[in-house]
């Protein structure tokens, strides 16, 4: 039925294309594109082995559209799914444009030079898309992705008015390391050592890095966990596109263990994103530190333990106020008996399989450039359920 691109071979990348040779009544034809070849080519081999189908691997440079072009215009994919890195949508974003080829990824652009977190530069994409008639959808991964999804389906059937938000990420799992972060560490240390960033009654108000935190009792034996406030991009547009929403905030799990680390890192200046002279060479202390650090991809085997992420939500529905938490439960060591991956990249790698399939099919349509909430959250709620992230609505007023 439809023929997908993927580009980008990371641990995301690795699982959405399993997860779409798992769908082979959507995805007749994968092609994995990404800088090294050979890691397309072991993704390929764990698909092959795990679900006996073929897929096509390419190599590409994202940074240059020319030759993303020349890979479109060669393979004629149906729609092109970005799991490289967020310095690459606007290249993809460009050559989508020059191909005729609708466009998902997970995660906003960001410029190398500096760590902003905004959907400004895709959200300008709007009216091109538009007249070209394509469909570019943003943010398909967990959070942002499934997060705003979930935030669609309480305006539907919750809620009239949604008043408080709290997204909250938790990460109960182990990989054993003494530091590794479990996606690309450049992104991941980036986002975490950035201020914190709250919506409040119409304006957004900023915190130090990681000084606010709450204790939240996670489900189904989780147990309770020190959260700290963050800034995460998807609550830029929610508070736009939620009805009456007063508070949005953010929340993420971080154990003691990686928040010593980071500081010891931070203060010797190993998280900078500033380039310094190294013996006549410009080396930026950020991209060196995460050529040190374990592959996100790499922890795939060794992590135990279970992932909780879920939103919190206040709200009124005929003038009654309701408080709800809407969440998934994903467990490390079963995704990489599936996927042979860890729980991060599957909570993101399915819904970009997901957001594609919404795509392909028709489920969801459109011209231009959307955000997740924007679109009807009934089939991709239903699909998460079928493929490996069932969800939990819990009604916290009976509790
Ligand atoms: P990885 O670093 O594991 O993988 C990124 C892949 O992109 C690598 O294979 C890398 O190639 C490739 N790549 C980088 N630059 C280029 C380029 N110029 N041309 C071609 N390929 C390139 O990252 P993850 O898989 O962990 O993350 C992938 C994306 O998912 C990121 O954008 C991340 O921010 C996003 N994400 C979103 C989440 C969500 O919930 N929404 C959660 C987690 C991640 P090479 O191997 O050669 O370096």
Same mark, same amino acid.
Do not use: M
């Given at each position: 039925m439809a023929k997908v691109l993927i580009i980008g071979a990371g641990g995301v990348g690795g699982v959405c294309t399993h997860k779409c040779a798992q769908a082979p009544e959507v995805f007749t034809d994968i092609v994995l594109a990404s800088r090294t070849l050979s890691k397309c080519d072991a993704i390929a081999a764990s698909v092959k082995r795990k679900t006996g189908r073929t897929i096509t691997t390419a190599k590409v440079d994202a940074d240059n559209v020319p030759e993303l072009v020349a890979l479109i215009r060669a393979h004629k994919p149906d729609i092109v799914v970005n799991l490289a890195l967020p310095y690459q949508d606007l290249t993809i974003m460009d050559a989508c444009l020059e191909t005729g080829v609708p466009y998902l990824d997970t995660a906003n652009y960001e410029p190398l030079d500096e760590a902003k977190f905004e959907y400004k530069w895709q959200w300008a994409y709007q009216n091109r898309f538009k007249d070209a008639g394509l469909m570019a959808l943003l %943010? $398909? %991964?967990?959070?942002?992705g499934v997060t705003n999804v979930f935030c669609a389906y309480a305006m539907k059937h919750l809620f009239d008015e949604m008043h408080e938000l709290d997204i909250i990420d938790c990460n109960a799992g182990d990989h054993g390391h003494p530091f590794a972060t479990n996606f690309n560490p450049e992104i991941n240390i980036r986002e975490v050592t950035a201020r914190g960033r709250y919506w409040d009654r119409g304006e957004w108000l900023e915190t130090d890095p990681l000084s606010w935190s709450m204790m939240y009792n996670f489900p189904e034996g989780i147990g309770p966990k020190k959260c700290f406030l963050m800034y995460h991009e998807e609550l830029e547009s929610l508070a736009i596109n939620i009805k009456g929403l007063r508070r949005a905030r953010f929340w993420m799990t971080f154990s003691d263990n990686y928040l010593n680390h980071l500081r010891v890192l931070e203060n010797v200046g190993m998280t900078s994103i500033e380039p310094v002279d190294h013996n006549g060479q410009q080396i930026v202390p950020l991209q060196f530190l995460k050529s040190v650090l374990p592959e996100p991809a790499s922890l795939g085997g060794r992590t135990k333990g279970r992932t909780c992420i879920g939103c919190k939500m206040k709200g009124v529905k005929n003038g009654e106020v309701k408080n709800y938490f809407i969440y998934n439960i994903c467990d490390h060591e079963a995704c990489y008996e599936e996927?042979? $991956?860890?729980?991060i990249s599957y909570t993101t790698g399915v819904p970009a399989m997901i957001g594609a399939m919404m795509m392909v099919t028709g489920a969801w349509k459109g011209e231009g450039v959307f955000n997740m909430e924007q679109l009807d959250p009934d089939p991709f709620m239903d699909k998460l359920n079928i493929h490996g992230l069932p969800w939990v609505v819990v009604d916290l007023d009976k509790q």
């Open positions: %943010g $398909s %991964g967990f959070d942002p996927v042979e $991956s860890q729980a």
